[in-house]
């Protein structure tokens, strides 16, 4: 090491030595504490403020017994060099758990895309029916699963579903919400931090 770097290290020492002994880059320093610690605390208190559970699950009412149900229909791949794509024109329709109708039903638009609004937070049925495809009955709760993705197959048969409890839209929900507090917490211990380095 020579002399010249001997002497920029010994500069940047006393440099920084007196950075931290001098009151206005304590209070800079702190001030930006602040100011981090406040954006934490307000992004936090956003977050909890959101209901991310409605978000999911496609209603933005303040109720929790209707929900809206969605999905997408899709052909099946074959050979995996045809298929996969949106199919326009399918019928799919609400049924009550025990097959019943409910009178609601949605044709699926050029997207595959279809909406079922205000749906009653029961297990319900959701039946694809489209010509020259196997029927699709899919057992679900309206509200636990954002998009409901139904593949037709070519055939004449039947084929069943059942999505009821796997819905992981209450832990997702719980989960952000925790997040979120954390967030808060953090925000508001970085406020204190801050305050305590102002006073010195």
């Known amino acids: 090491m020579g002399l010249s770097e001997e002497q920029e290290g010994a500069d940047l020492e006393y440099l920084l ?41 496609g209603r933005l009412d303040s109720t929790d017994t209707y929900a809206d149900v969605s999905g997408i229909v899709n052909s099946a791949l074959i050979d995996n060099t045809t298929g996969g794509d949106p199919v326009e024109g399918v019928r799919v329709r609400l049924l009550y758990d025990d097959g019943s109708t409910t009178g609601k039903e949605a044709l699926t638009d050029s997207n595959g895309r279809f909406t079922i609004p205000d749906v009653l937070r029961e297990s319900s049925i959701i039946y694809v029916s489209h010509p020259g495809n196997n029927t699709t009955s899919v057992f679900m709760v309206p509200g636990d699963h954002a998009q409901i993705v139904v593949t037709l ?48």
Do not use: C, K, W
Request: aromatic share 4%; charged share 15%; glycine share 18%.
């Open 17 to 57: 030595g007196d950075m931290a002994v001098d009151p206005a880059t304590r209070a800079a320093g702190a001030i930006l504490i602040i100011l981090g610690s406040l954006l934490g605390a307000q992004l936090g208190i956003m977050l909890i403020s959101a209901n991310p559970g409605e978000l999911l699950s």
């Open 153 to 200: 197959a070519p055939g004449d048969g039947e084929q069943v579903i059942d999505m009821r409890g796997e819905g992981h839209l209450g832990e997702s929900v719980l989960f952000a919400t925790a997040i979120a507090v954390l967030t808060l917490l953090a925000g508001l211990a970085g406020l204190i931090g801050g305050f305590e380095a102002y006073r010195g």
